[in-house]
């Protein structure tokens, strides 16, 4: 058996060049976050269960026979298979934390801490690890130990509250809760490594989905706070900006508009609607006249653009400098000429896929990893060696562990 020896990260001319970060993850929030720091170039080893791995592998296989959410968030990392729930397993995933930068995790609540892998415990022997905690609820609050999904923070929270229609409301069509987490986790890592860089120290980091969205609920919560009542369900429209969101035009077509200032409710009454008189309507002359008058205001404006096309209607919000938009499906996203230079290739057990980039924007031109989308257990042979271990060894029976 070699001694073990530092693991080492990949040449890249990437901001995170050289950092190696551990994951113990699963579903969304804590791959987003991992993910986005391979896209950095960190090397990621992503720990997963034997036989099964992520169970987010298995949630569809409609990407050539491989799960949309894995896809999404896994390309760019090492997959290690270990059994962590034997001795072998477990002494091979505290060697590898012991000479990472970062460890991740976001097993279910107080599942690290049985297995000696709080950040006090690691942290301990490698006062230099950033360890990265990510929870529904935040460890220190009485929901710290209940478990949390994506749907049931959007609730908790009072997403649902705010979106979806008058008539009922509706949860946000992606993990919103679970990506926003996921990027605070990241930002967390980023400040944390920045911090680290200056002192040399680590840290102990924690960051929960309830907490995450909370802050995005924040523009709500303060409406309520001092109103008293709770902006309500405005289906695409906005609860306190009017015009904005959707409008008929003709052929049972529509199209979407968004006027912010007073100068821009001009501009559509004069250059969009034809009548500029309207704009000192008492009714709509501010935007508070025009929200508390929202009903009226549509029909306004709906009264001239129900006799136009929507494509003139959008030529004419165009030429007044008028935000607008087009109801797409996300197969018109897929096409969209905004993204048509943007669309690269990733590797993959399934062959190559589509892939875009991440939007992060890097000094000097670089552009952010594209890495391949690992099989389970793709890497644990290679890692193991670099430990000087062997995948026979943690395999074996006096090891009790398969990996």
């Not at 992520?54 to 799960?67: C, E, I, Q």
Request: aromatic share 6%; proline share 7%.
């Amino acid at each position: 058996m070699t001694a073990p020896g530092p693991l080492t990260a990949p040449a890249q001319s990437l901001p995170l060049e050289g950092i190696t970060v551990v994951s113990l993850e699963q579903a969304v929030a804590a791959p987003y976050a991992s993910r986005q720091l391979a896209d950095l170039g960190a090397r990621v080893i992503k720990v997963e269960r034997p036989g099964g791995g992520d169970f987010a592998r298995n949630y569809d296989s409609t990407v050539k026979g491989l799960a949309s959410y894995f896809v999404w968030l896994n390309r760019g990392k090492e997959s290690v298979a270990l059994d962590l729930k034997s001795a072998a397993g477990l002494s091979a995933l505290t060697a590898l934390i012991g000479r990472a930068d970062v460890f991740v995790q976001n097993l279910a609540p107080g599942a690290a801490e049985r297995m000696g892998l709080s950040a006090a415990a690691l942290r301990a022997g490698h006062p230099e690890l950033i360890v990265c905690d990510v929870s529904g609820y935040a460890p220190d609050g009485p929901f710290a130990h209940q478990r949390a999904y994506d749907l049931l923070i959007q609730c908790e929270t009072g997403l649902l509250s705010v979106t979806g229609s008058a008539d009922a409301p509706a949860k946000v069509g992606i993990s919103v809760a679970d990506i926003a987490g996921g990027m605070f986790a990241f930002s967390s890592i980023l400040a944390a490594l920045y911090a680290r860089a200056r002192t040399g120290d680590g840290a102990a980091l924690s960051v929960s989905l309830f907490e995450s969205l909370t802050e995005w609920m924040s523009q709500p919560m303060y409406y309520a706070m001092y109103t008293g009542t709770p902006p309500p369900r405005t289906g695409t429209s906005h609860a306190t900006i009017a015009p904005y969101g959707a409008f008929l035009t003709a052929g049972g077509g529509s199209v979407q508009l968004a006027v912010q200032n007073d100068r821009e409710w001009r501009r559509l009454c004069d250059q969009v609607l034809g009548r500029p008189g309207l704009a000192d309507d008492p009714r709509f002359a501010t935007n508070i006249a025009r929200v508390a008058n929202r009903s009226e205001l549509h029909a306004e404006i709906e009264s001239v653009l129900a006799g136009q096309a929507p494509e003139r209607v959008l030529e004419l919000l165009d030429a007044a400098q008028i935000a607008n938009g087009r109801m797409n499906a996300v197969t018109d996203l897929l096409d969209h000429p905004q993204l048509a230079h943007r669309w690269a290739e990733v590797d993959s057990p399934a062959g190559p896929l589509r892939a875009l980039p991440s939007p992060i924007s890097l000094a000097g031109g670089a552009e952010p990893a594209l890495g391949a989308v690992p099989a389970l257990g793709e890497h644990t042979a290679a890692v193991l060696a670099e430990l000087g271990l062997s995948d026979t060894e943690i395999s074996s029976p006096d090891g009790a562990g398969a990996p």
